[in-house]
């Protein structure tokens, strides 16, 4: 049995509830999380760009697929405030545009540091090894020296972490010239942590 690394626990999320929508998948999650942040970052340019051209559907959409992807992805009191915006575009009562403008960039700014959390906590560890690992891989039919650099660095970073092991023994299978082996390692963890 894996062990799993747990999520933080951050105020205005409930990350384990978006784990288990997207039946365990942390890394979907830290994925997904990361695009809803990159795809809105400049959600409040858009929406005051929209208003300014009176084009309400526009914001309606904007805020509506906000509203829904951060509820899927636990990202509770963005999509709260998306449906409050959503709920001013459907009335035209925009007088107040602003405050709520605000409050939607306050919340995208706390799934900035929310994804910052996750990306240096270990799930985003496991991550960064799985990506290494996937490198070492797809080096070893044409660049042997670059795996062993890849190898190396994975040892600076992990070789203290709860993936020990799995590092010495990728570091020895490569040494020993067991590819076969190699890969049947990266393959698994990789598997297990997808």
Do not use: W
């Amino acid at each position: 049995m894996e062990d799993v690394v747990a999520l933080p626990e951050i105020d205005g999320f409930d990350l384990n509830g978006a784990v288990a929508r997207l039946r365990g998948k942390q890394d979907r999650v830290v994925l997904l999380l990361n695009s809803l942040y990159t795809n809105n970052k400049d959600a409040r340019i858009k929406l005051e760009e929209f208003t300014a051209a009176n084009d309400l559907d526009g914001a309606k959409r904007l805020v509506h697929q906000i509203k829904g992807s951060a509820a899927s992805l636990g990202a509770e009191a963005l999509s709260a405030q998306a449906a409050q915006l959503e709920i001013t575009f459907q009335a035209a009562e925009i007088a107040d545009i602003d405050t709520q403008l605000s409050l939607l960039q306050q919340r995208l700014d706390e799934l900035e540091k929310c994804v910052e959390l996750i990306n240096q906590s270990d799930v985003g560890s496991v991550k960064r090894m799985c990506q290494l690992l996937h490198d070492i891989e797809k080096h070893l039919h044409y660049d042997l020296a670059k795996s062993l650099s890849l190898v190396e660095e994975l040892k600076l970073n992990f070789s203290h972490s709860q993936n020990a092991d799995v590092v010495d023994l990728v570091e020895r299978q490569l040494i020993d010239f067991r590819l076969d082996d190699l890969r049947t390692t990266i393959r698994s963890f990789i598997s297990k942590h997808d």
